[in-house]
């Protein structure tokens, strides 16, 4: 439920003139996807300091101890543009868990290790916002662009219920 059940999301702009960016919760191919994108229009030379970005956000409560990993596949269309999905706190604290360029275009599987273990002060227990930051990458900063992507079948694996590989505790034990 942490991304397959977001529905409700909220733009907010970074820097720069992003234009139409949006969420949408969709189910159509038999798995929950999000498609999103955003219309990059900040195109005058004199204001091109840093491109433009947008974070959408979808706000609720999470609790992603004991970690673990989170997995989907990611679609993109090879535009260049970046993308990158974080997590925010109750006390507003926030973590980078992926980012990526979308370098090429086509599927993706990705899997993301999830922990917070450690001198860190972000509480994994309260998190109450997700968010998608789109950023423009400097890429055709001098004319408008848009970037499109689909996360499919986002699943977060509960560290306490991921398999180890065959063989892994005998390994251990050998060690």
């Known amino acids: 439920g942490l991304l397959s059940q977001a529905s409700s999301w909220r733009a907010q702009s970074l820097f720069g003139q992003p234009k139409n960016a949006k969420v949408v919760r969709d189910t159509t191919e038999g798995q929950p996807s999000l498609r999103f994108s955003s219309e990059f229009a900040n195109i005058d030379m004199k204001a091109l300091w840093g491109g433009d970005g947008v974070r959408l956000s979808h706000e609720g409560a999470f609790d992603l101890e004991p970690f673990g990993r989170l997995r989907f596949r990611y679609v993109g269309a090879g535009s260049g543009h970046v993308v990158a999905l974080r997590l925010v706190d109750a006390k507003g604290g926030e973590k980078l868990l992926w980012r990526h360029r979308d370098n090429e275009a086509g599927p993706k599987d990705m899997t993301v290790p999830i922990s917070f273990e450690g001198n860190d002060v972000f509480d994994p227990g309260r998190v109450v ?7 423009e990458g400097n890429v055709k900063a001098d004319q408008l662009n848009s970037f ?7 699943v977060f694996d509960r560290r306490d219920e991921v398999n180890s590989p065959g063989g892994y505790d005998k390994g251990i034990a050998d060690a």
């Open 129 to 135: 916002t997700v968010c998608l930051d789109l950023d």
């Open 148 to 154: 499109q992507g689909v996360l499919v079948n986002p």
